[in-house]
C-alpha cells in the first residue's frame, strides 16, 4: 500500500527488508513499547527481537519523519475488507505534541476513501487506546492482553473537517 506524505511536514518512507531497516524500527518499538512491556513481563532483548522480526518480515512497515527527523514507524496495509494499522510507534519525546494524532487522522481518511474499516490491537494497558477511542474506534474482542478495536469508515459528510487535509498531498 502507497501511504502519501501528510504535508507540510510529515514524510512516510517505506523501509526495506533489510538489517538496518529491522534496527531502526525495533529501536522505536523499544523506546516507545519498553515501559509497557517491561511493566508486564520485563523486557527480554532476545524474546522482544524475534517477535518484532516475525512482524517485520509479514507487513510494511513505514520509517515517519518529521520535519526532515526520524520520528517512528508505522505498519498499514490494505486487505480485501479493511485497512490493517499497526506497529505505529512514535519516540517518547514525539509523543503527546499532537503527532500521532494527525497521522491517525490521516490513514483514517485514506481509510475512509476507500470505505473500508480500520483495525487494530493494542495491550489494555497502554494509554493509546484513548487516542483510538476519541477517533471512532469500538472494541471488537479481546484477548487476555490485547483490545481489538475496529473504526467503520465515515461517509464523506460525516467527517470531521480537519482530517480532510491530505487533499494536497503528492502523488
Not at 519516540?91 to 490521516?106: A, N, Y
Not at 476513501?113 to 471488537?140: D, I, M, T
Request: hydrophobic fraction near 35%; aromatic fraction near 12%.
Amino acid at each position: 500500500m502507497h501511504l502519501p506524505d501528510l504535508l507540510p511536514d510529515v514524510q512516510f518512507h517505506a523501509l526495506p527488508q533489510s538489517e538496518e531497516a529491522l534496527r531502526y524500527s525495533f529501536e522505536v518499538k523499544r523506546a516507545a513499547m519498553g515501559p509497557y512491556i517491561a511493566e508486564r513481563w520485563g523486557w527480554d532483548e532476545a524474546f522482544q527481537m524475534q517477535m518484532h522480526q516475525a512482524h517485520f518480515g509479514e507487513k510494511p512497515f513505514f520509517k515517519i519523519v518529521c520535519d526532515g527527523r526520524d520520528v517512528g514507524t508505522l505498519s498499514v496495509m490494505r486487505l480485501d475488507d479493511h485497512i490493517r494499522f499497526g506497529e505505529f510507534y512514535l519516540f517518547p519525546d514525539c509523543q503527546g505534541k499532537g503527532l500521532g494524532t494527525r497521522v491517525l487522522q490521516h490513514c483514517l481518511s485514506l481509510a475512509d476513501e476507500q470505505e473500508l474499516p480500520v483495525r487494530l490491537e493494542h495491550l489494555k494497558w497502554n494509554p493509546v487506546g484513548s487516542l483510538y477511542r476519541r477517533h471512532g474506534f469500538a472494541v471488537v474482542g479481546e484477548t487476555e492482553i490485547h483490545w481489538f478495536m475496529e473504526r467503520p469508515p465515515m461517509k464523506p459528510t460525516a467527517r470531521q473537517a480537519g482530517s480532510q487535509n491530505h487533499g494536497a498531498r503528492r502523488e
